[in-house]
């Protein structure tokens, strides 16, 4: 079973940086795809960014520019990026993995807290 573990959530004002990491219990190269999911209140949880065992990245329309998804293979974690932060990007942020690009996730983290202050 692959175990992934958020981090790197926190508070910071609109145009600020954070960077999320998803700590990998095996080999990237054996999980097909990895992504990072978020869900704001009252909302359904929405696929942001994946990352293929190849490299490819793919991103939401709302993000694009923003967001950039990476991996450190040595590391086994994947990184959310997130520059010029919006209130509207407040929500708790999941990695995923999945099998295939646009499947269901096979294993998701606890979720990590990013809140943007207006």
């Known amino acids: 079973q692959v175990q992934l573990v958020e981090s790197g959530g926190g508070l910071v004002q609109t145009g600020g940086s954070l960077r999320l990491s998803c700590a990998v219990s095996?080999?990237?190269?054996?999980?097909?795809?990895m992504g990072w999911y978020r869900q704001a209140p009252g909302t359904q949880r929405e696929l942001v960014a994946h990352?293929?065992?190849?490299?490819?990245?793919n991103y939401v329309d709302s993000v694009k520019g923003r967001f950039t998804i990476s991996r450190d293979t040595d590391k086994n974690t994947v990184y959310l990026q997130m520059n010029s932060l919006k209130p509207e990007d407040t929500a708790v942020y999941y990695c995923?993995?999945?099998?295939?690009?646009?499947?269901?996730?096979?294993?998701w983290g606890q979720g990590t807290q990013v809140t943007v202050s207006s």
């Open positions: 095996t080999s990237i190269f054996s999980i097909n795809v």
């Open positions: 990352i293929t065992h190849r490299g490819v990245t």
């Open positions: 995923a993995a999945m099998a295939i690009v646009g499947g269901k996730p096979a294993s």
